[in-house]
């Protein structure tokens, strides 16, 4: 089935007329995500790992690090997605709609009722369009899950310092 921006609207639009909270949606391979807008315990982790990412001074690479916090960004199959935290190293342009660049590193954090799109889905697909790393962190156990193209995947307890492909540095 294909979604068509009128079909999106017209979810929206029923939806926040129903709701009095704030939603965020996600369109991964044609599937539609509708979930409430994160918890202050996921919005305070995100501000304290996005404080934390800075260049690897040593590397050759050369990336600037920036980060956002739930961008609007469109991937080459077409879906839309929102990640907890996307790191680039070309600068963010000044647009106010969905921007078709695919991050360098993702991170995500884990959200409670969604943890099968977290820790099984979102993933796999992210590094299947071209995200080199993807970060899930829980917060609840403490622990962070390092999906790497052709690695497997690494799991850590916070604190942790890892170094991304990129040539940037995060504390998770």
């Not at 202050?40 to 260049?55: E, G, M, N, V």
């Not at 009722?113 to 369009?129: A, C, F, Q, T, V």
């Amino acid at each position: 089935m294909t979604t068509t921006a009128h079909d999106i609207a017209a979810e929206l639009d029923l939806l926040t007329r129903h709701a009095p909270t704030h939603i965020k949606l996600e369109i991964t391979g044609g599937t539609r995500t509708w979930r409430l807008l994160p918890s202050l315990r996921h919005q305070k982790l995100i501000d304290r790992i996005r404080a934390s990412i800075a260049p690897i001074a040593a590397s050759s690479v050369g990336c600037s690090c920036y980060h956002l916090s739930d961008p609007s960004l469109i991937f080459p199959d077409g879906s839309f997605k929102r990640p907890d935290i996307a790191i680039f190293c070309v600068e963010p342009p000044d647009i106010d709609e969905s921007w078709d660049q695919v991050p360098e590193a993702v991170i995500e954090i884990i959200s409670v009722g969604y943890e099968e799109k977290d820790l099984s889905i979102n993933p796999l697909w992210y590094l299947s369009m071209g995200v080199k790393d993807v970060l899930v962190v829980d917060p609840h156990s403490g622990l962070v899950r390092h999906h790497r193209h052709g690695a497997p995947v690494a799991t850590h307890h916070q604190p942790k310092t890892v170094e991304l492909l990129c040539g940037c540095r995060v504390v998770l």
